[in-house]
């Protein structure tokens, strides 16, 4: 696991190496045991590392035997010794035993086809010293990120958007309006946006190659097309869990290559349950695991996770906290976040990725399994709505009007739902964040500049027709919403404490089998991830398995109206900070004091607004559009 970086410059001149420095520095956390880098030309190559696999040797950047290629990975293979015995064969000589080696070689070896090889989770760039271009990749589900730009005769790369713009603008920024769109949206930014207007995200499954001309951008994995497998119906059921119960177990037993101490995190749900059982079965006599349980009720998992541990025979680690005390890492999240982010579970993975760093370095997570086997509450919702498409459009209008006139947020999206065309434009009302923005916006370009329906559309050309709602959901989820918002969340809360993160639920094997299921083993009778708790009732008894589902919240409510009230107040009343953004900054405040007031149910919106602003603040905001003018009124 590691931060990588990378610079060229197009008019023949050779690279300057220090520029790497403060990229590099932005990358720390990243990589604490190592750093390296090379200068080729016209290119240059960091890297900052954290010693997974061979710690006393792997150190990057790496070179060909003859060094006309150099590489740098952040990641892990997890089938590179079988790749090591293949490329050997071939006359591959290897200088250390380390994975990311295997990279290098695989691509001197086989060019771009050397991804279909992969197992495993990487972002990776390879430099011709020779072609003079390179060649970049993200694994196929996106767990590793990378972000670049190609801009004014450069071009360059790095782990995280912050480590590239250090090199763009003086070290400020310039928001790009369709990403702050986005975001007010959904709370994320979906690739390929990035929040700086220059630097693009690499999206899952893609690759660039970049020469003189620029970078171009190709998939070379794609789920979308593979059709639910009617054929698995036919099949007894027992041995479709069998299958299933195969592959999470294949998956995980590969992810436990590691010189260095390993374990997992631990709810008290399905997921994390079903990897520390399979970690059982891959021989690890007594798996290590992690929770983080709160004194409040609501929020707690933790006795939930610990009869778990209990009944799986786990080293189990338990640590209780006051849901105030997650307010100690807000300093960390806004720095870490070097994007706007408004998922507030990003502060209990904080919490349990720094309990787990303080014993291990590499941590196994259940992240994947809700997209792929139906976890999320709006699944079987999806599919109700789904049923008013049909409908005349008069009862539609009359329904939606019904829904508009009940308070709550919920209802409004309903309402907005119930005006759907299609079942991507439900998914869309469903899963957005919040609709409640756009009366905020006082710049028309803002407001004419795509929205996240058509992103959603766009990606969902490639789906099969006959798709339900449910499914068209989830495979939405899967390559948007689980890659740019849940493995962005995870890769960077653990990676702030410098402690690996390895998702087996999101093995390509698994998902493509995931693809193929149909939907009766995913929702039935509005039980979600049916068949995947037919797995787990091999190991826990039923009442474990079957519980209610929790998220891994925290009261932002109660914490706006408490402990942040101040803060917040502070936040949207500075009008430095307020004057960057295309929006009415009374409007902003009058939603703060009415939320603060407790006058209005918790809206998610108001927290994203204060994270946009916590970004702002911390990482050198220089404009967003030109603001209209308004009149300011006491």
Known sequence: MCGIAGIMRFDGQPADPALLRPMLDALAHRGPDGEGVVAQGPAALGHRRLAIIDPS????PLLNEDGTLGAVVNGEIYNYRALQDELRALGHRFRSACDSEVVLHAYEQWGSDCLKRLRGMFAFAIWDRIERTWFVARDRMGVKPLYYFDKDGRFGFGSRPGAVNVLLNGGTLDIDSEALRMYLELGYIPAPLSFHRDIRKLPAGHYLT????????VRYWDYRPIKPDGSLDARPEGELV??????VQSAVKVRLMSDVPLGAFLSGGVDSALVAAAMKGAGVA???TFTIGFNEKAFDEGSAAAAAAGRLGLDHVHETLDVNSLLELLPTYIQEYDEPFADSSAFPTMAVARLARRHVT???????ADELFGGYHYYPLIERLSRVLGWRRGAKHAAARLFSALPGHRTKLLAGALESRDNVALFH??????????PLL???DSRASADSESLFSQFAC???????????AMRLDAGLTLPDLFLQKVDVATMAFSLEARCPMTDYRLVEWSMRLPMRYKLRNGESKYLLKKVLRKYLPAEAVYRPKMGFGVPLAEWLRGPLRDWARELVHDDTLMSRLPLDKLQVREMLRQQADGKRESHPLVWSLLMLLCFMQAHGVRRALPVIAYREVA
Request: one cysteine or more; a negative charge; charged letters at 35%.
């Open 462 to 472: 490639s789906f099969a027709m006959d798709l339900s709602a449910a499914e068209t």
């Open 442 to 444: 006082i710049d028309d």
């Open 57 to 60: 040797g792997g150190r990057q």
């Open 242 to 247: 069998e299958e299933l119960d195969a592959l």
């Open 429 to 438: 009302f469903l899963r957005s964040v919040s609709k409640d923005y756009k």
């Open 286 to 288: 007594r798996p290590r």
């Open 210 to 217: 970049v020469d003189g001309r620029g970078a171009r951008c």
């Open 362 to 368: 590499v941590a196994l997570s259940g992240d994947g």
